[in-house]
């Protein structure tokens, strides 16, 4: 018997400059670095076939093929740029640019780039309200392995969590304090995920987030908050199965009878989450701090399935 030897290493670096070259100027430029390696023993092990593990290259694990476990390491690499321009003290617009590279060992994806760019302008003109707006782009291109090919359809699946994306984000915030020791916070976001390159797995998801809360109270005394929350998505998707031609766009073929039946079919899910709650923070005396807090949430959605084409039964 072999002894299991663990060894997974992290490694990490950063570097941050923030700079006021100008009065009304402001600047910021970042490096962030991480590397995972995890160098642990290998351990090989053959199972029946019937259970249908496979190994590297897809291949089912056998006496004569036996499986090895995967040591996950990847290597991480973010750089950015973010400038500031106050036009004058109650206004003020930053843009930057967000570059992410990761390098992983996945079956499906070995390589990833993102690029975000951002614009955001802030006002504070009226002494009892502050105004956020945010837009946001971010484009995510990743090299694609290929699937398993023991199934032939998961050649065209893409895994929307690293798929090829193009995202649209549009942030709203305001902060109203009417009087002393009353805040109320509104907030709104929407976020657009178009994934136009995947043959087979989600398509597009669209989100809108609505977050509303009101505070009261001396901070030093007694301060209550309550808060609402409200989350509306859609995601579209299309699949493949059967046993058939794995093309998504290829027509239906076979028959229902004995589930031989190779189609494309799609769906539609929506989705509705609420949350609402109640917290307190209590100062009875100078050391003495009490917190509760109270919440209640809910998710309710549908799911709308069609086929494309017909089959005979």
């Given amino acids: 018997t072999t002894l299991y030897q663990g060894n997974v290493a992290n490694k990490s670096a950063s570097l941050s400059l923030t700079s006021h070259p100008l009065q009304a100027v402001d600047t910021r430029l ?36 036996p499986c090895t476990n995967e040591l996950f390491n990847y290597r991480k690499a973010n750089a950015g740029l973010e400038g500031g321009y106050r036009f004058n003290p109650e206004n003020k617009v930053t843009m930057g640019f967000d570059y992410y590279d990761t390098q992983r060992e996945r079956p499906d994806v070995s390589h990833t780039i993102e690029r ?6 802030k006002n504070s003109s009226f ?5 956020k707006v945010k837009y946001q782009y971010l484009q995510r291109r990743s090299n694609y392995l290929g699937g398993d090919i ?28 009417p009087r002393q020791f009353i805040d109320i916070g509104l907030e709104g976001i929407y976020k657009h995920n178009d994934y136009h390159e995947t043959p087979v797995g989600r398509q597009r998801d669209d989100r809108q987030e609505y977050y509303a809360s009101v505070s009261f109270g001396d901070p030093q005394s007694f301060r209550m908050m309550v808060f609402g929350d ?10 493949r199965v059967g046993t058939g031609n794995p093309d998504p766009n290829a027509p239906p073929s076979g028959t229902t009878g004995g ?35 109270l919440a209640w949430a809910k998710t309710q959605g549908t799911a709308d399935f069609s086929a494309l084409g017909s089959v005979s039964a």
């Fill in 30 to 65: 970042y490096w962030n670095w991480a590397r995972k390696d995890n160098n642990s023993s290998t351990v090989t092990f053959s199972p029946v076939a019937t259970t249908g593990l496979s190994g590297g290259g897809g291949t089912v694990c056998s006496a004569t093929a």
């Fill in 116 to 121: 975000k760019y951002f614009i955001e302008g």
């Fill in 127 to 131: 002494d009892m309200l502050d105004t």
């Fill in 150 to 177: 023991l199934n032939l359809v998961d050649q065209y699946v893409r895994r929307y969590d690293l798929a090829n994306a193009n995202q649209q984000l549009v942030k709203l915030v305001f902060d109203f304090s």
């Fill in 230 to 239: 409200l989350e509306l998505v859609q995601y579209d998707s299309r699949h």
């Fill in 259 to 293: 589930g031989n039946a190779t189609y494309t079919w799609t769906a539609k899910n929506l989705d509705r989450s609420y949350q609402v709650g109640v917290g307190a923070d209590w100062l009875p005396a100078e050391r003495w701090v009490f917190k509760g807090s």
